[in-house]
């Protein structure tokens, strides 16, 4: 089946710094990528969609300037959390669903970062 | 507002007794509806899903759902669990799953521990 690759699994990093995950789609091309947040024991939420070429969607309550998102190939995507705070600690997951009459989305494994 | 309620935090059963994991939506058109398994640390492994056709729908390591559109519900069930199913459940609707959208919404999770 189709498989997504999310780097790093972890990242721990200091506050005021900025962090890169990313999103890749192994063996199909993707033109939307989703990018969502766990808390602990919490479900996940969507935060934005992500449109190769253009401009993320974000979603409610999700703050752009923090939460960059690149998506500048088919099967790339990027989310840099900016100036991270140990609030932005989280389970970050991405998804992406084959255009391609396929109709389930595929998860990444996930990252977790942790601020601190 | 599309939502899914799964009503159930934490539930714990017996090793090879039968589970029943419940799952009720609101949608105004016709849902699609996933079913996701999430190790602790992992990404989401898709056990089924229901897009139209038999209510009844059968996924991997033998679980299966059942879609009653009159009672909104998507209930999960396997007839003997094992100890390698303890982990956490995540039922999901597809917004605007038939066009070119693709994100999901997804309940709180039940999470399901396996006594010997």
């Known amino acids: 089946g189709a498989v997504v690759s999310q780097h790093p699994s972890w990242v721990i990093c200091k506050s005021g710094t900025s962090v890169k995950i990313e999103c890749r789609s192994l063996?199909?091309?993707?033109?939307?990528m989703f990018w969502y947040r766990q808390f602990p024991k919490q479900s996940l939420m969507l935060m934005a969609t992500s449109n190769e070429g253009s401009k993320a969607t974000y979603e409610q309550g999700v703050e752009k300037d923090k939460f960059l998102i690149n998506h500048a190939s088919l099967t790339l995507s990027t989310l840099t959390v900016t100036s991270a705070h140990p609030e932005d600690s989280s389970f970050y997951i991405c998804?992406?669903?084959?255009?391609?009459?396929?109709?389930?989305?595929?998860f990444g494994q996930g990252t977790r970062l942790t601020v601190v | 507002a599309q939502s899914v309620t799964q009503p159930d935090i934490h539930i714990t059963v017996s090793e090879g007794a039968s589970l029943e994991l419940r799952c009720n939506y609101s949608?105004?058109?016709?849902?699609?509806l996933f079913w996701y398994v999430q190790s602790p640390g992992q990404g989401l492994q898709l056990l089924l899903k229901y897009f139209s056709g038999d209510t009844l729908v059968q996924g991997i390591k033998g679980f299966e759902a059942e879609f009653k559109r009159s009672q909104s519900s998507f209930n999960l069930r396997k007839p003997s669990v094992h100890w390698s199913d303890a982990a956490e459940y995540f039922c999901?609707?597809?917004?605007?799953?038939?066009?070119?959208?693709?994100?999901?919404?997804f309940g709180k999770g039940t999470k399901l521990s396996v006594k010997p």
């Open positions: 949608y105004g058109a016709t849902p699609y």
């Open positions: 998804s992406a669903r084959n255009p391609q009459g396929v109709t389930e989305a595929f």
């Open positions: 063996d199909f091309q993707a033109t939307t």
């Open positions: 999901a609707v597809g917004a605007g799953y038939g066009g070119s959208q693709g994100n999901l919404i």
